[in-house]
Nanobody
Framework: QVQLVESGGGLVQAGGSLRLSCAASEVFFSINAMGWYRQTPGKQRELVATITGGDSTNYADSVKGRFTISRDKNTVYLQMNSLKPEDTAVYYC??????????????WGRGTQVTVSS
C-alpha cells in the first residue's frame, strides 16, 4: 500500500520560512501531478501548488512569489518563504500517478501542521 509521509511543518514567526517534504513509499511508473493543499478548521481544503510530471507548476494567487514547489523522483517539496499568519493550516500532499496499466491513482498524505505566529 502506497504511503505518503510529510515532514517539515512547525511553528515559525511571520516572515520566516519552512520547507515541507512529502515522500512516497515507492517509485511510480508515471507521475501525472504532485501537489500541496491546505485546510483550516471549518473550511474546505484548498489548492496551494501543483507540479506536473513535465514540471509545469501552478500556484494559488495567495502564495505566488512566496512559495515554490519542486519534485525529485518520488518526493515533492514546498519551499515557503515570507510566511504570513494566514498561511497557518494543515498542509497535505497529493500525488496523482499512473500504474503500468495506465490507471490513475490518487494518494494523500496525512498532513503536517504549519503555524505562523504574528
Amino acid at each position: 500500500q502506497v504511503q505518503l509521509v510529510e515532514s517539515g511543518g512547525g511553528l515559525v514567526q511571520a516572515g520566516g520560512s519552512l520547507r515541507l517534504s512529502c515522500a512516497a513509499s515507492e517509485v511510480f511508473f508515471s507521475i501525472n501531478a504532485m501537489g500541496w493543499y491546505r485546510q483550516t478548521p471549518g473550511k474546505q481544503r484548498e489548492l496551494v501548488a501543483t507540479i506536473t510530471g513535465g514540471d509545469s507548476t501552478n500556484y494559488a494567487d495567495s502564495v505566488k512569489g512566496r512559495f515554490t514547489i519542486s519534485r525529485d523522483k518520488n518526493t515533492v517539496y514546498l519551499q515557503m518563504n515570507s510566511l504570513k499568519p494566514e498561511d497557518t493550516a494543515v498542509y497535505y500532499c497529493k500525488m496523482s500517478v499512473r500504474d503500468i496499466s495506465l490507471y490513475l491513482h490518487d494518494y494523500w498524505g496525512r498532513g503536517t501542521q504549519v503555524t505562523v505566529s504574528s
